[in-house]
DNA sequence: ACATCTACCTAACGACCGTTAGAAATAAAT
DNA sequence: ATTTATTTCTAACGGTCGTTAGGTAGATGT
């Protein structure tokens, strides 16, 4: 309620917050569908209704911007992801391993451009982009270790673990490449993925 | 032993032969590496000693050169499947699928740069040649149909096959992110698949 | 010997790129 | 009304890109 009555300097700061979000969005959409090296500033700046050099009141450079797009990326699907299993606690190991897998692919299907621009954008994205996008990374990934290592049980190494994230998310990821929302639905193909996980004693 | 020996007309065309295999292999690694829009004919002209304009005695544009490397990427794994699957029919369906999953990966992380390049350039290469790479990779698809088709057997429907291609393809593909040769093996994460894949009665 | 063909080079064209400095416009504060 | 701060624009810089026209050195053919 005070937030709209609030003195026009924060209104203008809210502006400049709003155009920022908005570039981000764009930028997201635009690296999903034409990858890093075919965005230009120019035609993202049109999209937004401004010029290419306007951006720079905004973000440093591309590199930032698209730094930025895709650090959001990673921590939109793994907000989702340990969102929804801290309500799920009283489900099994498999059954929280399946859930994740449900979160995450829809959020990379329908619901985050940013978090599908990370993960098409990342191997040609520059080596600085990449080395700033590390932390945000190992995060993710520790996430679905410990998924995979409550449902593979205690006797599970390290390399059964990292080879069964690697096989499960590149399963996921995949469906970039050819899932179609009018065709394909996520939970069919969540449980047919899950066909594949035995129930572990 | 006569080939050495011919006349000459033949030994400038084998000259030629040769520069344009040299130039699609560069072509083939710098697109695995930094994809289709950040490799500069300027930088492929001069891994294989040569200037840029001289590219086009042997290929008519940049898209037709990225276009074959993408279609001899997919033959050489189909060739290299279907050859190995050829010499395997005493074994069961299950193992059949197993054997081709161990001969996509390898030729994938090991033997072939144009395989590679295909599958990480394939989202980004302009839509002309994507249109030019339908019709080999629907004829890979199938061999994979073929073979789940085998393994799951006469009851499954045509979505089973296909959400199952597209976990192992998925799985295979998604090395390419993670894959080291100095600390992984291609066998060992093949079991590792094939752990989920139980055996069909 | 001369002519032809092969494989490459030189040099440039026009287009587009990320980026920057500074002006202009819009809104806010006094 | 005037100053100040915020946001966008203009216009250009230096650079790289794919591509092309025309030239050239050397091997080949007659």
Known sequence: ??????????????????????????????????????????DLAAEVGMKAGSLYYHFPSKEALASEVMRLGVEMVEDAV?????????????????????????TLLSESDFSSAHIRCYPFVPDTVREE?????RAYNSVWNDIIGAYLGAAATPVQIRHLRYTLLGAMNWSLEWFNSDRDD???????????????E
């Open 186 to 200: 996520v939970d069919t193909y969540v449980a047919s993925i899950a066909g594949l996980l035995p129930e572990q």
């Open 133 to 137: 996008l590390k932390a945000v990374r």
């Open 82 to 106: 340990k969102g929804e299993l801290e309500q799920s606690s009283h489900l099994s190991a498999r059954e929280r391993l399946i859930l994740a897998m449900r979160i995450h692919l829809k």
């Open 1 to 42: 309620m005070s937030e709209e009555a609030k003195p026009s300097r924060q209104r203008s700061k809210a502006k400049a917050a709003e155009a920022r979000r908005e570039i981000l969005g764009v930028a997201a959409r635009m690296m999903r569908e034409i990858g890093y090296a075919d965005m230009s500033l120019r």
